[in-house]
């Protein structure tokens, strides 16, 4: 433990302080994407499909915490701009397996860019090793699926 309080860390709960930094992130990050026509919903779709190739709309809506029926909207977009391809028949009660294209991992690539531009200045003034621990401790803190235990869950 430090004893100079200059260099203690402010009080406050670590949750709120999670979501006013999320918050800030989110929106910066929204922003660099909507410069190139995007959304972070975009980014999510190709993100995961391109890690789980094959992924329904309703499983893309799940990770993303969003209906089906918006996510269908969204990939419909990856479709229309070349980023994603469905590789099963359309039909009515079928499910979509949907596949990330050269374009779309192109586009990806591009996307992630535009979250460097966010992240670099965030971690500015951070050393190598504070970087380090603080990837850590956000995959471990990701990795806790606070949802199981949470009143009135099961």
Do not use: C, F, W
């Amino acid at each position: 433990m430090t004893s100079n309080p200059a260099e203690r860390p402010p009080p406050g709960r670590p949750a709120l302080l999670l979501l006013a930094l999320g918050r800030i992130v989110r929106e910066e990050v929204e922003r660099a994407l909507e410069a190139q026509g995007l959304s972070l919903r975009h980014l999510s779709a190709l993100g995961h499909l391109s890690r789980e190739p094959g992924l329904s709309y309703s499983a893309l809506g799940r990770r993303a915490g969003v209906t089906a029926q918006s996510m269908q909207a969204t990939v419909r977009q990856l479709e229309q701009a070349g980023a994603v391809r469905r590789v099963t028949p359309a039909g009515r009660g079928r499910t979509a397996e949907l596949r990330v294209t050269d374009a779309g991992r192109q586009l990806l690539h591009e996307m992630d860019h535009a979250v460097g531009s966010v992240e670099t200045p965030l971690l500015d003034g951070l050393t190598a090793e504070e970087q380090a621990v603080l990837g850590t401790l956000l995959h471990r803190l990701l990795a806790k699926d606070l949802r199981a235990d949470a009143p009135g869950r099961s």
